[in-house]
């Protein structure tokens, strides 16, 4: 009997006793992590957790060490894998935006939809635009980055990410890098994203953003995870002492400070 085509696969990702090392260092120790489809997940955990080594691997912007990684029912570490072919089906947004100075933020959105994705320049301006209104910036098109803020070139960053309209989102500590009164415009682009049911994997430091935002929060320490669960849990109600440890400087620094 003909079953039809086959159902697309539950998990958008999938990692299965993921290893990193660099030299001598290991920064992943057997990672085992699902991210459902329209599941935001948001990973947590002191620098050098291995974190943003976690999220590379994802598209094998690192290569892991051993381990796999299926991304939409895609093993992206098969060796005969197209890579190219997976990665464009996700979107990643760096702690540095990653603009092209010369070009004004339309054009920073136009060049990988016409070179990679092959649209003509209106199909790819008309895509450019739509994206641009959704992160609160149709009057910014014409600006080159040196002219705009640091979270306006973040979420211009945003905005080229999905104008390759992807399956998914990585988030790679998007606020770090701007001043405290400019994250909180990047961060409601990615609450409307998460409401509008986009998969997203956001490594983070922002703990209101992880409570209010996330399906699932992952506590990773030394390359591996300690603690997931519900916000509420992990956030809220922490059952591992490295987790409640590292909770409590982060949303008390100043009594952290006071111990020390």
């Given at each position: 009997?003909?079953?039809?085509?086959?159902?697309?696969?539950?998990?958008?990702?999938?990692?299965?006793?993921?290893?990193?090392?660099?030299?001598?260092?290991?920064?992943?120790?057997?990672?085992?992590?699902?991210?459902?489809?329209?599941?935001?997940?948001?990973?947590?955990?002191?620098?050098?957790?291995?974190?943003?080594?976690?999220?590379?691997?994802?598209?094998?912007?690192?290569?892991?060490?051993?381990?796999?990684?299926?991304?939409?029912?895609?093993?992206?570490?098969?060796?005969?894998?197209?890579?190219?072919?997976?990665?464009?089906?996700?979107?990643?947004?760096?702690?540095?935006?990653?603009?092209?100075?010369?070009?004004?933020?339309?054009?920073?959105?136009?060049?990988?939809?016409?070179?990679?994705?092959?649209?003509?320049?209106?199909?790819?301006?008309?895509?450019?635009?739509?994206?641009?209104?959704?992160?609160?910036?149709?009057?910014?098109?014409?600006?080159?980055?040196?002219?705009?803020?640091?979270?306006?070139?973040?979420?211009?960053?945003?905005?080229?990410?999905?104008?390759?309209?992807?399956?998914?989102?990585?988030?790679?500590?998007?606020?770090?890098?701007?001043?405290?009164?400019?994250?909180?415009?990047?961060?409601?682009?990615?609450?409307?994203?998460?409401?509008e049911g986009m998969t997203m994997?956001?490594?983070?430091?922002?703990?209101?953003?992880?409570?209010e935002v996330a399906d699932r929060?992952?506590?990773?320490?030394?390359?591996?995870?300690?603690?997931?669960?519900?916000?509420?849990?992990?956030?809220?109600?922490?059952?591992?002492?490295?987790?409640?440890?590292?909770?409590?400087?982060?949303?008390?620094?100043?009594?952290?400070?006071?111990?020390?």
């Amino acid at each position: 009997m003909d079953k039809g085509p086959e159902a697309p696969a539950a998990e958008a990702i999938r990692l299965e006793g993921l290893h990193k090392s660099f030299g001598e260092l290991e920064v992943l120790s057997g990672i085992d992590l699902d991210v459902r489809r329209g599941e935001v997940v948001c990973v947590i955990g002191p620098s050098g957790s291995g974190k943003s080594t976690l999220l590379r691997c994802v598209n094998l912007l690192e290569e892991p060490t051993s381990g796999k990684v299926v991304v939409a029912g895609t093993e992206v570490t098969d060796p005969d894998v197209d890579i190219d072919r997976v990665r464009r089906r996700i979107g990643m947004v760096f702690q540095s935006f990653n603009l092209f100075p010369h070009l004004t933020a339309l054009d920073n959105l136009t060049i990988a939809q016409r070179r990679v994705l092959g649209r003509d320049q209106a199909v790819a301006e008309r895509t450019a635009r739509h994206n641009l209104e959704r992160v609160g910036l149709t009057d910014k098109e014409s600006a080159y980055p040196s002219k705009l803020s640091g979270g306006q070139q973040q979420r211009v960053a945003i905005a080229r990410a999905l104008s390759m309209e992807p399956e998914l989102m990585l988030f790679d500590e998007p606020t770090s890098a701007l001043d405290p009164e400019l994250v909180g415009d990047v961060l409601a682009v990615m609450r409307t994203l998460a409401r509008e049911g986009m998969t997203m994997l956001v490594v983070t430091h922002e703990m209101s953003f992880a409570r209010e935002v996330a399906d699932r929060v992952v506590f990773m320490d030394e390359g591996v995870i300690v603690e997931e669960g519900a916000p509420a849990q992990v956030v809220g109600d922490p059952q591992q002492p490295r987790t409640r440890e590292f909770l409590s400087r982060v949303l008390d620094p100043a009594a952290a400070q006071l111990s020390e």
